[in-house]
C-alpha cells in the first residue's frame, strides 16, 4: 500500500481545511487507516482513525468535535475534516495503514509522506 497525503496550506486560525489521503493498492480497504501530526521539535501524535470495515471512528481527546475522519473505500482515499483550526494544529500530517485498530506510531504499517497545515493566529 502506497499513501499520498494532500489537502494542507496556510489557513487563519477559525478556518477549516480537508485533508485527503490517496492510498494504491488492491487491500486498502483492508486497512484500518489514521491520522498522524508533528509539529516542529516534538514527537508524532495521534489524531484520528476509522476502522476498515465498520467506518468505527476514535479521536484523541483534543480532537473530538472539530476533526472529522472519513474514508471512501471505493476511491480508495481516507479524509480528515479540520474546522474551527487552532496555532496550535500546526504541523505536519501524516496518514497511515495498520492492520491493527486504532492505529499507532508504532504499528503503523505504511506512512503517507505528509502535508503542512499552518494555522495563522
Known amino acids: 500500500v502506497q499513501l499520498q497525503a494532500s489537502g494542507g496550506g496556510l489557513v487563519q486560525a477559525g478556518g477549516s481545511l480537508r485533508l485527503s489521503c490517496a492510498a494504491s493498492?488492491?487491500?486498502?480497504?483492508?486497512?484500518?487507516m489514521g491520522w498522524f501530526r508533528q509539529a516542529p521539535g516534538k514527537e508524532r501524535e495521534f489524531v484520528a482513525a476509522?476502522?476498515?470495515?465498520?467506518?468505527?471512528?476514535y479521536y484523541a481527546d483534543s480532537k473530538k468535535g472539530r476533526f472529522t475522519i472519513s474514508r471512501d473505500n471505493a476511491k480508495n482515499t481516507v479524509y480528515l475534516q479540520m474546522n474551527s483550526l487552532k496555532p496550535e494544529d500546526t504541523a505536519v500530517y501524516y496518514c497511515?495503514?495498520?492492520?491493527?485498530?486504532?492505529?499507532?506510531?508504532?504499528?503503523?504499517?505504511?506512512w503517507g509522506q505528509g502535508t503542512e497545515v499552518t494555522v495563522s493566529s
Open positions: 497511515a495503514a495498520d492492520r491493527g485498530y486504532p492505529p499507532t506510531v508504532t504499528t503503523a504499517n505504511y
Open positions: 476509522i476502522r476498515w470495515n465498520s467506518g468505527t471512528t
Open positions: 493498492g488492491r487491500t486498502f480497504s483492508s486497512y484500518n
